[in-house]
């Protein structure tokens, strides 16, 4: 018989090894310390129907890297759901938002960051672009700002100010517009389009 993973409480991370097989759960309030276990999250890029690519600013009360701009926004997959059924979940929560045409864009992303507290972010992370289909009504328990960036602005901004970025915001644009230039072809018409909002 095989044993069924139970997890730790409602709102948990799911953990993971290497090969982000899934091992089991933690509390998310938690499981980020300075050593945080390796877990599955996800990162979504939303673009509105002008182009605009959606960035936010983390709430205070964020545990790591409070008050930081980011993407759109992100989170953890809940050990029952798939994680295109947490992306939807957490734009509903955070921000109030439906989306539409949701895609992974850089699937093996991962990273391992430490803020200036000391508590680490130990991630495999893939990178999602989605567009709006909704208004925006931010969460302030998630969201102390957000602001539709013109196509291009943003990926300037990271560029020439990369600390004023969450780290892992930093990778994920260099990731995608790596991932937006593959040569076999293999490109999606929304992701071309967020690349091109990041210039």
């Known amino acids: 018989m095989t044993d069924v993973h139970v997890p730790v409480a409602a709102d948990h991370v799911v953990t993971v090894d290497a090969e982000g097989n899934r091992t089991g759960t933690f509390a998310r309030s938690d499981v980020h310390t300075t050593e945080t276990p390796l877990h599955l999250a996800f990162s979504c890029y939303?673009?509105?129907?002008?182009?605009?690519?959606?960035?936010?600013?983390?709430?205070?009360?964020?545990?790591?890297?409070?008050?930081?701009?980011?993407?759109?926004?992100?989170?953890?997959?809940?050990?029952?759901?798939?994680?295109?059924?947490?992306?939807?979940?957490h734009a509903a929560h955070e921000l109030g938002l439906r989306i539409e045409g949701l895609e992974v864009a850089v699937p093996g992303f991962r990273y391992r960051a430490v803020d200036a507290s000391g508590v680490?972010?130990?991630?495999?992370?893939?990178?999602?672009?989605?567009?709006?289909?909704?208004?925006?009504?931010?969460?302030?328990?998630?969201?102390?700002?957000?602001?539709?960036?013109?196509?291009?602005?943003?990926?300037?901004?990271?560029?020439?100010?990369?600390?004023?970025?969450?780290?892992?915001?930093?990778?994920?644009?260099?990731?995608?517009?790596d991932a937006a230039s593959r040569p076999d072809g293999a490109v999606s018409p929304l992701l071309t389009e967020v690349a091109a909002a990041l210039g």
């Open 46 to 89: 939303v673009l509105d129907g002008a182009g605009r690519l959606l960035v936010t600013r983390r709430a205070l009360s964020k545990r790591t890297w409070p008050g930081v701009w980011t993407n759109s926004f992100c989170g953890h997959p809940r050990w029952t759901e798939t994680t295109e059924e947490s992306i939807t979940r």
């Open 120 to 177: 680490v972010e130990n991630e495999i992370c893939p990178v999602y672009v989605a567009r709006a289909a909704s208004d925006v009504t931010a969460n302030p328990d998630e969201v102390a700002e957000l602001e539709w960036a013109a196509p291009g602005a943003l990926g300037s901004a990271v560029d020439a100010t990369p600390w004023a970025f969450s780290p892992w915001m930093v990778l994920q644009v260099a990731a995608l517009r």
